[in-house]
């Protein structure tokens, strides 16, 4: 069942994080863009304190404009923020492993991940989608970081996918 909200900032407190969304207007014609804010993000990932979220609207924008975000979507949001220091810690391997295999052919030197690792944003497919990417009826949550890399000039864009807080996937731009 969709939460339905009108645009504008939305003040949510799961069991651990404070934070508010704050919807603008959507960029994208199937998902909401939010920011949300919170003086409890990882430093690493989110230097700011704020980052940006995507929702997949599986029916679009109401005609008032209103949003449908789903219950799953605010789950995998949640699940998110619950667990941000390990997925940090596994966001650093997974990303130097791939700057490393890309590079190593031209053997250049290269320092921190985070110089050239900016996380841009975090997308939250909706239950449907879910479904139809190998999760079942089960799944409670499902999320998408998205890097952008200044270490490959072929492939700017690298995603890591989890399913019920576990790593599913590393993806390379339009995975």
């Known amino acids: 069942m969709p939460i339905e909200r009108p645009r504008g900032r939305w003040s949510l407190q799961n069991m651990f994080i404070p934070f508010d969304l704050d919807f603008g ?13 919170s003086a409890q993000l990882d430093s690493v990932l989110h230097p700011a304190g704020s980052f940006t979220v995507s929702f997949e609207l599986s029916d679009g ?13 605010i789950q995998s949001l949640i699940d998110y923020l619950n667990n941000q220091s390990s997925i940090c810690r596994l966001a650093e391997q997974m990303l130097m492993e791939a700057r490393t295999d890309w590079l190593r052919r031209w053997e250049v030197q290269f320092g921190d991940i985070w110089s050239d690792s900016i996380f841009s944003e975090l997308w939250l497919p909706c239950a449907k989608h879910n479904l139809f990417d190998g999760g079942g009826p089960q799944t ?5 970081l998205v890097f952008k890399v200044q270490w490959d000039d072929e492939h700017v864009t690298r995603t890591l996918k989890f399913r019920d807080n576990e ?3 590393l993806g390379i731009e339009g995975d």
Request: glycine share 6%; charged share 15%.
């Open 167 to 169: 790593f599913v996937s």
């Open 140 to 144: 409670r949550s499902m999320y998408i």
């Open 25 to 37: 207007p959507s960029q994208r014609s199937s998902s909401a863009i939010a920011t949300l804010t």
């Open 61 to 73: 924008m109401g005609k008032d404009g209103s949003l449908h975000v789903e219950s799953f979507q």
